[in-house]
């Protein structure tokens, strides 16, 4: 299994999972045509996409998923609630509504979804398992619960969020009511609280971590990189390769 993050920030988000038999999208936070154009840098056409899944229903995730839907029929799985929310200003081609827990198999991989802890109509994370591994895929949470940790646990990749330096979200230009939100348990993981995740997550199996949803405004990606790196520093079960993920651009290939 291999992914990458096709676009990943406050502006829009998408990962790409791929594997000898399946392509799905997880997110479609920029515009249909920058899609597109993003995926034909992965080596991958929008109509040969077996599914969009959906983590939640904010804008920088579901930007193009309308259009993508429509023009190339590609199913979008959703959780009920998700897609009740979308409802009123996206109208899909193909809707999969799914809850929380029971595996869903598209191709080759088996699917969880497991619930996170974010401001929105029940956002949701992923796990992927095509036989050979697993890929966890945990943005947009405020904190990191023990489902989350649990669910993420085994992963030859982890795609974790690492949003705000709490040091540049404190001192920003952000207004107070905003800063409140993203540190809230409903907002989103600092630099710190993501790499006390990855610590609890580190197993002589892990290869990759792709660090995700960067504020242009609040983090660095040399100070989430840093983070990461510290606690990847002071353990001795595995060496993982570390990506941080860009609004601008995809990642390299992970997997």
């Not at 502006?11 to 392509?23: E, F, I």
């Not at 009740?84 to 809850?99: G, T």
């Not at 191709?107 to 697993?134: E, M």
């Not at 330096?165 to 939100?181: A, F, I, T």
Request: contains cysteine.
């Amino acid at each position: 299994m291999k992914v990458c993050l096709l676009a990943s920030g406050s502006k829009g988000n998408a990962l790409l999972v791929c594997t000898g038999r399946s392509r799905v999208l997880v997110d479609a936070g920029l515009s249909a045509r920058e899609l597109c154009r993003r995926l034909a840098m992965a080596g991958v056409a929008p109509e040969d996409l077996d599914a969009v899944l959906v983590t939640h229903e904010h804008i920088d995730h579901v930007r193009g998923l309308g259009p993508l839907s429509r023009r190339y029929g590609v199913p979008v799985y959703l959780h009920h609630e998700a897609a009740a929310a979308l409802a009123d200003n996206q109208r899909l081609a193909r809707v999969v509504e799914f809850a929380a827990g029971p595996e869903l198999v598209i191709g080759d991989l088996a699917i969880r979804a497991f619930p996170v802890t974010h401001d929105a109509q029940a956002p949701v994370g992923f796990s992927f398992d095509d036989g050979a591994g697993r890929t966890g895929v945990a943005t947009d949470l405020g904190v990191a619960t023990r489902l989350v940790a649990e669910e993420l646990r085994n992963c030859r990749t982890l795609v974790l969020e690492s949003n705000h330096d709490e040091d540049m979200l404190r001192d920003g230009p952000y207004p107070w009511p905003l800063k409140q939100r993203i540190r809230s348990s409903h907002g989103h993981l600092s630099n710190r609280d993501s790499a006390g995740l990855l610590e609890t997550l580190c197993w002589e199996g892990l290869e990759n971590v792709l660090l995700a949803h960067l504020s242009e405004t609040n983090n660095h990606p040399e100070l989430a990189r840093r983070a990461a790196e510290q606690t990847l520093a002071g353990q001795d079960l595995c060496r993982p390769q570390l990506l941080v993920g860009s609004q601008d651009r995809p990642t390299a290939w992970a997997g």
